[in-house]
């Protein structure tokens, strides 16, 4: 079993930045990669990035490509995202997952955090 915890979030104004941390505690080494999704109200949860473990490979939703920055510290078990030049649109509930294959298919999933973005 994995457990995982964000931390970060909050309310920023438009334009501004956020950082959202993840950090994986359990069967760490069995973590193949590990991603954030977001659901904002009445919508689908939707993919926003990944990371893989090992290699550091990274997949970006393009609707943050060039703003938002997911990135890894293996030796902390940690998974961060760096989200700049925020938009209204990006409010949402952002869920910090863990894949334990290379098959897209999430295994864990973090409470979420509240990010809230103001124009």
């Known amino acids: 079993q994995v457990q995982l915890v964000e931390s970060g979030g909050g309310l920023v104004q438009a334009g501004g930045s956020l950082r959202l941390s993840c950090a994986a505690s359990?069967?760490?080494?069995?973590?193949?990669?590990m991603g954030w999704f977001r659901q904002a109200p009445g919508k689908e949860r939707e993919f926003v990035a990944d990371?893989?473990?090992?290699?550091?490979?990274?997949d970006y939703a393009d609707f943050v490509k060039g703003r938002f920055t997911i990135s890894r510290d293996i030796a902390k078990n940690t998974v961060t995202l760096q989200m700049n030049s925020l938009k209204p649109e990006d409010t949402a509930v952002y869920y910090c997952?863990?894949?334990?294959?290379?098959?897209?298919?999430?295994?864990?999933w973090g409470q979420g955090a509240q990010v809230t973005v103001s124009s």
């Open positions: 997952a863990a894949r334990i294959t290379w098959i897209n298919k999430y295994d864990y």
């Open positions: 359990g069967r760490t080494s069995s973590i193949y990669a």
């Open positions: 990371v893989i473990r090992n290699s550091g490979a990274t």
